[in-house]
């Protein structure tokens, strides 16, 4: 013999406050979560083609007085060369490794350290600007970096951005071109 027993006191209401409460909430923190992440970014990402200026927009990288900026080639694979930088008044340079140097009147790429160069990643760091006669003010500068991967040698340029705030990203990775993807490197009209 069953004991059915159904008093009115032992009956459950459906609540749906709890389970609504419940996703507004996680909303919320998936949200603010999202945002914070979004404004620390320790990484930005581009890939080779468009780091290179093929898109037809020259790329850019923030230096901050706070932190350094790393460029990292690392995820494409590639051995940093030879760097230029137009403006070094304001603008530190290391690397990770050893790198091209290239001095005199006859400097030879197939000698010495440059058959030795192994960085694949350079930070810049921003300092107080250097009086250097001849060089006049800018608000930005050029950085030219030539690597080697794959067999092959690739041009970048990287308009240098001054940066006075708090950095926005610790790190500018270059990744390699995407395999059957069109589009990631289309030409951007101007």
């Known amino acids: 013999m069953k004991n059915n027993t159904k008093l009115s006191g032992n009956t459950r209401k459906r609540s749906y406050f709890l389970p609504v409460a419940s996703l507004i909430f996680s909303v919320a923190m998936l949200l ?43 995820p494409a694979g590639e051995v940093i060369k030879k760097v230029w930088l137009n403006d070094p008044s304001q603008v530190t340079i290391d690397f990770d490794g050893p790198v091209c140097m290239q001095y005199g009147p006859k400097p030879n790429s197939s000698s010495g350290d440059c058959k030795n160069s192994a960085a694949n990643v350079m930070q810049l760091r921003r300092i107080k600007k ?20 794959q067999g092959r040698n690739k041009l970048y340029t990287f308009r240098v951005i001054y940066g006075t705030d708090n950095p926005e990203y610790h790190t500018l990775a270059i990744f390699p071109d995407p395999s059957g993807q069109e589009g990631a490197c289309a030409r951007v009209s101007q």
Request: some cysteine; proline content about 5%; hydrophobic content about 45%.
């Open 130 to 149: 250097l009086d250097i006669p001849g060089l006049p003010n800018t608000s930005n500068t050029l950085l030219t970096v030539v690597t080697e991967g």
């Open 32 to 74: 603010l979560v999202g945002r914070a992440v979004a404004n620390n970014a320790v990484l930005r990402s581009v890939f080779s083609c468009q780091a290179q200026g093929l898109g037809g927009l020259i790329p850019t990288i923030d230096v901050w007085y706070q932190e350094g900026t790393n460029l990292s080639f690392i």
